[in-house]
T-cell receptor, first 119, second 109 residues
């Protein structure tokens, strides 16, 4: 399957600082990437859809000024958690959609995830 | 509204004891039903995509099937290394993946 790399895998930051998480598609070009948040023992909740060269589309209830998403190239999307607070501590996961194959092909591959702890 | 429900929430099996995980779904314009495996502290690992009712796919001890309302992930003679959380997701007209809560499988030797 396609390879998606996410970095860093773990990060601890102080309250009030900002943290950037990178998501790269290594062996394909991804016009669309997705950012998810996962709480312990819960499923993945979509935060936003990131489209190369355009503004991200945020899900209802997600603060776009707190979670800044940039998709500057076909292989890289970044999520910046600004002015982080302890309640932002979570597991963040990105995914990238494999292009081609027509509208029925929506397979998405996931990064390894980033464990963010805000102290 | 697109929705996915997985059952059971947790499943404990003895090594070699076959079983099935269920994924019930409602979706507007099914574009694909996906199964993923997730190990603790890791991102989901892609297993299968099913596109239409009646379709089946196999990979080692796993077999996924699909009807118009649900999908099953059959695990035959599981081994301890099959222990993980199995996630089901559907993709519909919205272009987004909607995930179920997952089934946490524990296989004891």
């Amino acid at each position: 399957g396609a390879v998606v790399s996410q970095h860093p895998s773990r990060v601890i930051c102080k309250s009030g600082t900002s943290v950037k998480i990178e998501c790269r598609s290594l062996d394909f070009q991804a016009t669309t990437m997705f950012w998810y948040r996962q709480f312990p023992k819960q499923s993945l909740m979509l935060m936003a859809t990131s489209n190369e060269g355009s503004k991200a589309t945020y899900e209802q209830g997600v603060e776009k000024d707190k979670f800044l998403i940039n998709h500057a190239s076909l292989t890289l999307s970044t999520l910046t958690v600004t002015s982080a607070h302890p309640e932002d501590s979570s597991f963040y996961i990105c995914s990238a959609r494999v292009p081609g194959g027509g509208p029925a092909r929506t397979e998405a591959f996931f990064g390894q995830g980033t464990r963010l702890t805000v102290v | 509204e697109d929705q996915v429900t997985q059952s059971p929430e947790a499943l404990r099996l003895q090594e070699g004891e076959s079983s099935s995980l269920n994924c019930s779904y409602t979706v507007s314009g099914l574009r694909g039903l996906f199964w993923y495996r997730q190990d603790p502290g890791k991102g989901p690992e892609f297993l299968f995509t099913l596109y239409s009712a009646g379709e089946e796919k196999e990979k080692e001890r796993l077999k996924a099937t699909l009807t118009k309302k649900e999908s099953f992930l059959h695990i035959t003679a599981p081994k301890p290394e099959d222990s993980a959380t199995y996630l089901c997701a559907v993709g519909g007209n919205t272009g987004k993946l909607i995930f179920g809560q997952g089934t946490t499988l524990q296989v004891k030797p």
